[in-house]
């Protein structure tokens, strides 16, 4: 017995009729869906998968996950297990008369009570007109469409498809499911892989969740003539590095920096510098980080630190000067500045208070007594009349009015009590009561 791609053993003779070399990954591809490992939220019985077989009927879906995860798989063993016809395309390799030849053979099949599962790989890679080809035979049954996709399908998905299909989302393989990746490739070929229990752990850890990558390394290991077992630094020399998957315009690179973002915010200088340098490592532009932490300094610092806004033009200026991989510790700086920086949201906060206002009442006219009269005409229509220069009075505070007629005064910028805002929130409070005593706004 030998062990499949993702899951129990199943019978050597099952992979080994196919003559000729035949790669390590296809020989361990699963054949029920119950041998699928790592994905059993799925699969398992009481899984959306699992529930359709038992129900022998299938609706449309699309498989959403990471490289290696099995969505092909799931596909084809998902037309076995109903036995429906299964047409397998790409959208990397096919376009319209595929489509169109696809759809007249399951018409075909229909015909002949013959149903058709169109698996589409890579799905996101149509444009929407193509997309919305698929309606109309999905509509009518023609087809039961299961595509598969790494790109979250909120975006690379039209809203007419999406609305047909139910999304479900694989998940990236752990470490246990990958070890079983490992153990079944070991006793398919008869032999212990050749390295050390430490660079099996190491090997694992570079898959990132990829069983399709692993198992290509594992092939490579043992095609090769390994007298000695390797340790985790050789097997890194013998294989070479894998780069981290990090796609800058798509998923990985909106999940990183949002992950970012949100570490920052929860003051954790740890996590934050994880997810900055994940994205420094895979290539992320620079500037590109430095924008988004000027960004976060004044979203979600603010005035509660003046400085972090201060910080993160100059790191900007200092990247630009020294460039890499010098100026990065500039990048390095300013992101645990912002980490450690007392929190507030309090612009931000008040700028969308302020713009919602000015939408809602723009045409208003400020006082006249705050308007300039640079004309004679202007001042004898009393504009800039009654004005009170706050540098002339008390304490440099007039607590004159500013606010449209018809327009109550309104409280947009609520300062919090940390950091410089606690000293701001002071001012405030003491110019409301001046105010009040002085009968103005």
Not at 110 to 133: C, M, P, S, W, Y
Not at 212 to 230: H, M
Not at 283 to 308: H, M, N, T
Request: charged letters at 20%.
């Amino acid at each position: 017995m030998a062990g499949d791609l993702f899951g129990e053993e199943v019978p050597r003779v099952q992979r080994n009729a196919v003559s000729g070399p035949v790669p390590l990954a296809e020989r361990l591809r699963p054949q029920l869906l119950t041998d699928v490992v790592g994905q059993e939220h799925l699969t398992g019985a009481d899984g959306a998968i699992g529930r359709m077989v038992a129900a022998g009927q299938l609706s449309s879906i699309i498989l959403w996950g990471p490289p290696g995860t099995g969505k092909t798989t799931i596909a084809r063993l998902l037309a076995e297990a109903v036995g429906m016809r299964f047409a397998p395309l790409s959208a990397v390799f096919s376009g319209v008369a595929d489509l169109r030849q696809a759809f007249a053979d399951a018409e075909k099949m229909a015909a002949a009570a013959k149903r058709t599962l169109l698996f589409v790989d890579e799905i996101h890679r149509f444009n929407r007109a193509q997309q919305d080809g698929f309606l109309p035979y999905v509509e009518r049954g023609t087809v039961v469409l299961v595509g598969a996709t790494t790109e979250n399908p909120s975006f690379a998905l039209n809203a007419a498809l999406l609305s047909r299909a139910q999304v479900l989302v694989l998940n990236r393989l752990g470490d246990d499911a990958l070890a079983t990746l490992v153990a079944r490739a070991e006793a398919d070929v008869g032999r212990a892989l050749p390295v050390t229990a430490d660079a099996k752990a190491a090997l694992i850890a570079s898959a990132d969740g990829d069983g399709r990558f692993l198992l290509n390394q594992v092939e490579t290991l043992f095609a090769a003539a390994i007298d000695t077992p390797l340790d985790p630094g050789e097997l890194a020399g013998f294989l070479h590095r894998r780069m981290p998957v990090y796609d800058k315009d798509r998923d990985g690179h909106y999940n990183l920096i949002s992950a970012l973002h949100k570490a920052l915010r929860g003051s954790d200088p740890q996590a934050a510098l994880y997810y900055m340098a994940r994205m420094l490592v895979a290539g992320e532009e620079p500037l590109y980080v430095l924008r988004r932490l000027v960004r976060f300094a004044s979203e979600d610092v603010g005035l509660a630190d003046p400085q972090a806004l201060v910080q993160c033009l100059a790191a900007k200026d200092a990247y630009q000067f020294l460039g890499s991989p010098e100026g990065e510790l500039a990048i390095v700086q300013a992101c645990l500045y912002l980490a450690t920086a007392p929190k507030s949201n309090a612009a931000y906060a008040a700028q969308k208070g302020a713009f919602a206002s000015a939408r809602d009442t723009g045409s208003l006219a400020p006082p006249a007594n705050i308007l300039n009269a640079p004309t004679k005409l202007m001042k004898d229509l009393g504009y800039g009349a009654g004005y009170e220069y706050d540098h002339d009075a008390p304490e440099g505070f007039s607590g004159a009015g500013y606010w449209p007629e018809g327009m109550g005064a309104q409280v947009y910028y609520r300062p919090t009590d940390r950091g410089f805002e606690k000293r701001i929130a002071e001012r405030i409070a003491w110019w409301d009561e001046q105010r009040r005593v002085r009968g103005g706004a």
